[in-house]
């Protein structure tokens, strides 16, 4: 189109004009994550509940919504602090009518990734799940016959003069509207202002003449939504360390999101700052093999990641993310959402410095294809680190769906950097992952012998990362696969997985795991942090945290709680052990006070009070 869009000041406005347009058929495409336009959402999905003789489907992926707890105890926890951290967000309607099970039939959603475990148990979200690599999802969205993209955007500019950027989602927008014009199908683009999102430059720019409606509205000032950074246990440093030590000076970094992507990005900035405290902390860890990168950053790193996540601002801070690809730019990323410092970061950075961090087309980060010399220049020694749910002895790697086949997350881009670690001569792929998790009173392995589901299979082993090491699978046979991976689990699992493998015949009848890799537990692990704790190193929060001091210490008590609530017998044991307990201090009154229950009123206020303030102490 030639014209300026039409301009709204509210949303209800939009989607009438919307809906007019298309004839009340409408095929929406909303940007996954932070990118959406709630409000024009919201709109057109009221419009729709209201008449059912409007048809529409919604297609996106990670549809976020403010935390809510499972559980009373929780409630008190995650209440106050989403008012604190969310308090504009409005929340997307279709997601509350998913989960209340009230769609109606005119109504259908999609989305080919989820907010990580928090749809299991929504039977319409699991059946409307697309399973895509990220760089496919494009292709679906145009295969459905979309007709309307509503996009958050940040403004410059004004009347004919105005230029908009999609900042935090070019991802799948930038490859559909070429697509469309190709094509020449008509697709309305509207856009939703926003003044707090950071005006990414470069090709997220797109002039006024680009969008067909643009809402202006009373929501424009409305704090993004935030992703806290999580706690990062010692199992998470120890993975951070090992995997640093595989990252090239002037080499290619991708980093996921999460508490492993900021133990990982910690661990390589303790190697940059301090190499001797590094070198000698992961020799304690059992790391440190020969050719282990150990060295500070003299060259600088270069990032190729679909996400752009707190952890490459850190970098950059740190003076470790320097090393320019051929257009200048040290970070190209398809999407990011993240903490309040992070989006400040990129508002408050001058143009020319922002105009380093290049958000592009998915299609350019997660691929090869187009441009393949250059991109091949820009990438090498490329390190890309994904996290997993789980990984089987023969190198297959468990990260988005349960082997019943209920999604937890989604492939996303996933399979695209493995594909890329073995396209590209130097490349390795990094799986990281805990060698344990518990779930409820029980621990258990994250690395099995095999699995009913896998999201990379084990043709394409490569690198897997536990606490306990790095296990190099490339090219290995299976038998030596096997001793690989036992190398890095648990103590605890270690003669039940062998037993498996030697049933299988995968590993001679008479194999013994080596002595030095016997003593794989959590005490060795906290033992060799140790020294690095002392010097301020491997905290629960490296970079901050948007928790108070009392939030901080009523997490480890929250986390005891819920472990010892999923069994009968440990509730009982911990309840006895609140019997005859001394009343709490001055400290603990506080951290009662912030669970409202400092006046404990009922028996169940009185019995979680007594239980909280047991698993405070024990946790402390």
């Not at 990118?35 to 999905?45: E, H, L, P, Q, T």
């Not at 790193?301 to 090393?323: C, H, N, P, Q, T």
């Not at 950097?417 to 409820?440: C, P, W, Y």
């Amino acid at each position: 189109m030639s014209g300026l869009p039409v301009e709204h000041s509210d949303a209800a406005s939009v989607a009438d004009a919307v809906i007019d347009a298309l004839d009340g058929h409408i095929v929406m495409a909303l940007p996954l994550g932070l990118g959406k336009a709630v409000s024009i959402a919201n709109a057109i999905f009221a419009r729709a509940i209201a008449d059912p003789g409007i048809d529409l489907t919604i297609f996106t992926a990670l549809t976020l919504e403010k935390p809510r707890g499972s559980s009373d105890m929780e409630r008190r926890f995650v209440e106050p602090l989403a008012e604190r951290l969310f308090p504009d967000y409005p929340g997307l309607a279709y997601a509350e009518a998913l989960r209340e099970g009230e769609l109606p039939p005119n109504i259908r959603v999609s989305e080919f990734f989820l907010l990580a475990g928090q749809w299991l148990g929504v039977d319409a979200v699991q059946r409307g799940y697309v399973s895509a690599n990220y760089t496919h999802a494009a292709r679906y969205i145009l295969d459905r016959g979309i007709n309307l993209i509503a996009q958050l955007v940040a403004q410059r500019g004004t009347g004919p003069d105005a230029r908009y950027s999609l900042s935090c989602n070019t991802d799948i927008t930038l490859d559909i509207l070429p697509a469309l014009k190709a094509r020449g199908e008509r697709c309305l683009l509207v856009g939703e202002v926003s003044s707090e999102l950071p005006y990414m430059t470069g090709e997220a720019e797109l002039p006024a003449t680009a969008f067909d409606h643009m809402l202006d509205g009373p929501s424009r000032d409305d704090r993004l939504f935030v992703v806290p950074r999580q706690p990062v246990s010692d199992a998470d440093h120890a993975v951070g360390l090992h995997a640093a030590s595989l990252v090239k000076d002037g080499g290619t970094l991708q980093i996921g999101i999460g508490s492993l992507g900021d133990a990982l990005t910690a661990g390589l900035v303790l190697r940059h700052r301090d190499p001797a405290l590094y070198r000698e902390t992961l020799a304690a860890l059992g790391g440190g093999f020969a050719g282990a990168e150990t060295g500070p950053f003299e060259t600088g790193l270069y990032a190729a990641s679909e996400m752009f996540v707190d952890g490459f601002m850190d970098l950059y801070r740190e003076g470790i993310l320097k090393r320019p690809a051929a257009d200048g730019a040290l970070l190209h990323s398809g999407f990011f959402v993240g903490s309040e410092e992070f989006y400040r970061f990129l508002r408050e950075l001058p143009d020319e410095d922002r105009a380093l961090f290049s958000m592009r087309a998915i299609s350019f980060v997660n691929d090869l294809y187009g441009n393949e010399q250059q991109k091949r220049a820009d990438r090498k020694d490329a390190r890309f680190v994904n996290n997993a749910m789980m990984a089987t002895l023969l190198g297959a790697v468990v990260s988005d769906a349960l082997d019943d086949g209920r999604v937890v997350s989604g492939v996303g881009g996933q399979y695209n950097f493995v594909a890329q670690a073995f396209a590209l001569e130097d490349a390795r792929s990094l799986i990281t992952l805990n060698a344990t998790r518990t779930k409820g009173a029980e621990r258990q392995s994250r690395l099995v012998w095999s699995y009913g589901h896998n999201t990379i299979p084990r043709h394409l082993r490569d690198i897997v990362v536990t606490e306990y090491g790095v296990a190099d699978l490339r090219g290995k046979s299976d038998r030596d696969c096997v001793v690989t991976m036992l190398a890095i689990a648990d103590a605890a699992f270690q003669g039940e997985l062998l037993e498996q493998a030697k049933s299988a015949g995968k590993i001679e009848k008479d194999y013994v795991l080596p002595a030095t890799a016997r003593d794989n537990t959590p005490a060795r692990v906290k033992e060799a942090l140790a020294k690095a704790k002392a010097a301020g190193w491997c905290a629960t929060f490296p970079f901050g945290s948007v928790f108070t001091d009392e939030e901080k210490a009523l997490l480890p008590a929250l986390e005891l709680l819920k472990r010892v609530s999923a069994s009968k017998l440990s509730l009982a044991s911990a309840f006895a052990g609140t019997l005859g307990a001394k009343a709490p201090d001055a400290d603990e009154r506080l951290l009662l006070a912030r669970m409202a229950l400092d006046e404990p009123g009922d028996f169940s206020e009185r019995l979680y009070a007594r239980l909280l303030l047991w698993a405070l102490r024990q946790s402390g």
